[in-house]
Each structure stands twice: as C-alpha cells, then as structure tokens.
C-alpha cells in the first residue's frame, strides 16, 4: 500500500533550476533508502541520487556538485534541487524505494516507483 508520488519537473533553460519533490504515504523514508532515478529517451534508466534513512547521501558523477538529495524531518518528503541543469539532464526522473511489505505472505521486500515527472532542459 506505500505510494510514491512526485512532483516539481518542468521546462526550464539551461542554467536553470527545479525542485522535485517526492511525498510517500507514511513516514517511510525514516526507515527506508530512497533514490531519485532519471530515463531519458532510448536510454537505460540510472541512479542520480540517493540517501539512507541516516542522511548519508550519493549522486552519480554528471550531478555532483548541482543536485542536492535531502528529506524532510517527518520523513515524508524526499527532495531533488537541480541547478546549473543542462540539455543532457533531459529526461523522467523517478523517485525510488524499497519496503518490506507483509502482502501477499511471506513477507517480502518490493521495490516501489513513483509515476515520474518530465524534466525537459532546453533553449
């Protein structure tokens, strides 16, 4: 029953910014890894950035240093800050998480995705 929705993409122009926002339906992210997630056109779909329910966080190389993960205090809301984007940022992103779910027995971990939301980078 846990839910993942984003929220926050759009178009905007290179050097621009956005804000994604990920709201799960309980406090999950206090105890769960989440990860945003990118898909672009013909394109496998790869990790941007990640964090564990401690706060330690990680972001693939062509991010580093213009994203920024982080949550929320009621562990609801995971965050996306991009800025400087660029044209090669185009792409779905996703938010991301595994949980422990007790339907159908035994219990088991699945993995959840949100709906993804459209990031277009362009002049």
């Known amino acids: 029953q846990v839910q993942l929705v984003e929220s926050g993409g759009g178009s905007v122009q290179p050097g621009g910014s956005l804000r994604l926002s990920c709201a799960a339906s309980?406090?999950?992210?206090?105890?769960?890894?989440m990860g945003w997630y990118r898909q672009a056109p013909g394109k496998q779909r790869e990790l941007v950035a990640g964090?564990?329910?401690?706060?330690?966080?990680n972001y693939a190389d062509s991010v580093k240093g213009r994203f920024t993960i982080f949550k929320d205090s009621a562990q609801t809301m995971v965050y996306l800050q991009m800025n400087s984007l660029k044209p090669e940022d185009t792409a779905v992103y996703y938010c991301?998480?595994?949980?422990?779910?007790?339907?159908?027995?035994?219990?088991?971990?699945?993995?959840?995705w949100g709906q993804g939301t459209q990031v277009t980078v362009s002049s």
């Open positions: 991301h998480t595994k949980v422990v779910v007790a339907v159908p027995f035994p219990p088991r971990s699945v993995e959840v």
């Open positions: 309980g406090r999950i992210f206090g105890s769960n890894a």
């Open positions: 964090i564990a329910p401690g706060g330690s966080t």
